[in-house]
């Protein structure tokens, strides 16, 4: 029987791993560790949430607490990169990727590209998205869709904790630089994790329901959801394939497409908001490629175009729940010409 | 502080070599002027004559193990980190035999395997990399040295001051040189910079600040040479602040109504291959002559690179969606 741990320990798990395997792989961000230069315990956090807790003393002098500095500390994991290091930097909350966004767009998304191929910069930036816990409006977006129009840039967001040991063991070994988007929701989520290391391959979607009436393409926590919502329509006598895309960039489009191909309808739910999204990334891809297969329109389940409210009143009308996503389906099952 | 230090002695062979770097410097830039004029060389180009003292100044003192990050104003950082020259003047012209394949052009020559982290499209985009560079050589044990060099307009961007910090707090041997060449474009520094000197600012930081004169090779060296030295023994970085002028424009095309008179005394009174060659002449160290071939092997050198440069084959289709990912 498979071994059962959290979200936040197999993203622990996957570094410690990584750490023992390779030296070259260093971490860094504010409070890691924790506790640097304080008269207290050193290690006192192990990051604002605990992911990185035990590193420290695991690892000596790898596990790096840097000054709230985030333009300094990506872009030195940046340059570290370049210089034969593998460092995975953790930048708190997606949400100040506005501080040191240059470093990560400018710098480390164009060196391969604009030094004509001769840059390898194999950084790792793992961050936290996602709203539910009324955290507000700096500290809740989901902001993948920035950085999935960047090309040099991959972007993973992983579901499960089976799929976050997996993908963040192949984003440390990855040669690009990687953005790692963890929901701060699905932390204390638990599931199978093997206890060995292995990695999840990038650009390879999961099909973590099968059905063959409507496509559901999600990711992230959005997954759950949408899992929930397939249940619900399989009582009802609906049944939805249901699509993890995993990694956004590179995005693996022909499992989308063979669904699609499948069923004829698709419902894309993404916890972002609704332009320039993943959402509209897959609609639209379902519709020039997919034209032929489709038998309704295609319909998007995602956060309105508003910045993410505090009231607990207002944000869980702000997220997609499954019952949006049960409307959603019923509306391109039931749709005729 | 250069006053009280005995200066290293630099073998005429190691004099003659400065020479020619600042020399290949200036006859590249100056030819890159007149080239750009005759509307060949595409895009933005910034041409660093009159700095040659900086980067080679500095340059000197590193070797294979050390890095450095540079700027929009980056040839002259370039060719002195050993970046080749035939292969900077094909980028800049846009040609696949560039030094980056005509993906980069003028502001992001670029080359790894000589330390030479890139110039950089981005105001205050180097600092924050050389810190992570100097980390890695920190964690590797290698005792190399980075340096970010970076101009006035840089010194009052976040990056730079977030960069001194950390490189204070993590102790890196990491060397902070603010090019002070008086203009962020069309803005002076002495409006611009809120401090009498950027190096006044290292205090906020920990760290030692030096002012040079930059047009001064001498000068720059022994400064260079000090910081250097305490950044590999461990003693943590230090920030030098340059003075000088730069002898063109911001951009090839930029008609400087906004100063007059500076360049032409600069070019005459203060100019650094003229102090430099009456200094190795006067000690006896050098001739006049062994400076002449100098100049003359240069000048062949910049003139076939011009020529292979405009010679050699653009990149093609094939070329456009390339190198984006190690592997994607």
Not at chain 1, 27 to 32: A, F, L, P, Q
Not at chain 2, 21 to 37: D, L, P, Q
């Amino acid at each position: 029987m498979v071994r059962t741990i959290t979200y936040r320990e197999a993203i622990n798990e996957a570094l410690a791993q990584e750490m023992e395997r390779d030296e070259s792989v260093i971490v860094m961000g504010e409070d890691n560790a924790g506790g640097e230069g304080s008269p207290g315990e050193e290690d006192a956090w192990g990051g604002v949430l605990g992911v990185t807790k035990g590193l420290y003393h695991k690892f000596p002098g790898r596990v790096l607490d840097t000054p709230i500095s985030e333009s300094a500390f990506i872009g030195a994991a940046i340059g570290a990169a370049t210089a034969g290091l593998r460092p995975v930097a953790e930048l708190m909350f997606v949400d100040f990727m506005g501080v040191c966004f240059d470093q990560i767009y400018n710098q480390a998304a164009k060196f391969r590209y604009m030094f004509g191929g001769k840059a390898v910069t194999p950084v790792v930036i793992r961050t936290m998205y996602g709203a539910g816990l009324r955290a507000a409006a700096q500290h809740s977006q989901c902001l993948y869709p920035l950085f999935t129009h960047i090309p040099g840039l991959k972007v993973v967001v992983p579901s499960t904790p089976y799929d976050a040991k997996g993908l963040l063991t192949q984003a440390i070994r990855d040669n690009d630089p990687v953005m790692f988007f963890e929901h701060k929701a699905l932390y204390d989520m638990a599931g199978p994790v093997p206890e060995e290391g292995y990695a999840v391959p990038f650009g390879e979607a999961n099909v973590v329901r099968e059905g063959g009436d409507v496509t559901i393409v999600a990711l992230g926590r959005m997954v759950h959801t949408s899992l929930e919502a397939a249940e619900q329509l399989a009582a009802a006598g609906v049944q939805c394939e249901v699509v993890d895309l995993r990694t956004t960039s590179p995005l693996d489009e022909d499992t989308v497409l063979e669904s699609v191909e499948g069923t004829g309808r698709v419902v894309v739910v993404d916890e972002a908001h609704p332009r320039c999204s993943v959402a509209t990334d897959i609609s639209a891809l379902v519709a020039k490629k997919a034209f032929g297969a489709l038998r309704a329109p295609i319909e998007m389940v995602t956060a309105p175009h508003t910045p993410v409210p505090f009231s607990s009143t207002l944000e869980d009308l702000y997220m997609p729940d499954a019952q949006r996503i049960v409307n959603a389906v019923k509306t391109v099952a039931e749709w005729t010409r | 502080m250069t006053d009280t230090v005995e200066r290293r002695a630099l073998t005429p062979e190691q004099l003659m070599s400065v020479y020619r770097t600042m020399r290949s410097i200036r006859e590249f830039e100056e030819r890159v002027h007149a080239e750009f004029a005759t509307g060949e060389i595409p895009g933005f180009v910034h041409l660093y004559a009159g700095e040659e003292a900086s980067a080679v100044g500095v340059c000197s003192n590193l070797d294979d193990r050390d890095t450095i990050a540079s700027t929009h104003r980056g040839h002259g950082h370039c060719i002195a980190k050993g970046v080749d020259v035939s292969e900077m003047m094909a980028e800049i012209y846009g040609r696949k035999t560039g030094s980056c394949h005509g993906k980069g052009g003028s502001m992001h020559i670029a080359d790894l395997s000589k330390g030479m982290l890139g110039a950089n499209g981005i105001v205050g985009g180097g600092p924050p990399l050389i810190c992570g560079t100097a980390l890695a050589a920190k964690i590797k044990g290698t005792s190399g040295v980075s340096v970010a060099f970076f101009g006035d307009g840089a010194s009052n961007q976040g990056t730079t001051l977030e960069s001194m910090n950390l490189a204070s707090v993590w102790n890196l041997p990491a060397i902070f040189i603010a090019e002070n060449n008086g203009y962020a474009e069309a803005t002076s520094s002495t409006w611009s910079v809120a401090s009498d000197n950027i190096a006044d600012r290292a205090a906020g930081f920990g760290m030692p600040g030096v002012i040079v004169d930059g047009f001064d090779f001498f000068a720059v060296y022994e400064t260079a040479s000090e910081a250097v030295s305490r950044a590999r023994e461990g003693g943590g970085p230090t920030l030098i602040e340059m003075k000088f002028t730069r002898y063109f424009g911001h951009f090839e095309g930029d008609q400087q109504t906004y100063r007059a008179g500076e360049v032409e005394h600069a070019r005459a009174e203060l100019d650094c291959l003229k102090r430099f060659a009456a200094r190795v002449i006067e000690t006896g160290e050098l001739a006049r002559s062994d400076l002449d071939a100098v100049d003359a092997e240069v000048a062949t050198m910049i003139d076939k690179a011009v020529d292979d440069a405009k010679a050699a084959p653009l990149p093609t289709e094939a070329d456009l969606l390339t190198d984006v990912y190690a592997r994607y």
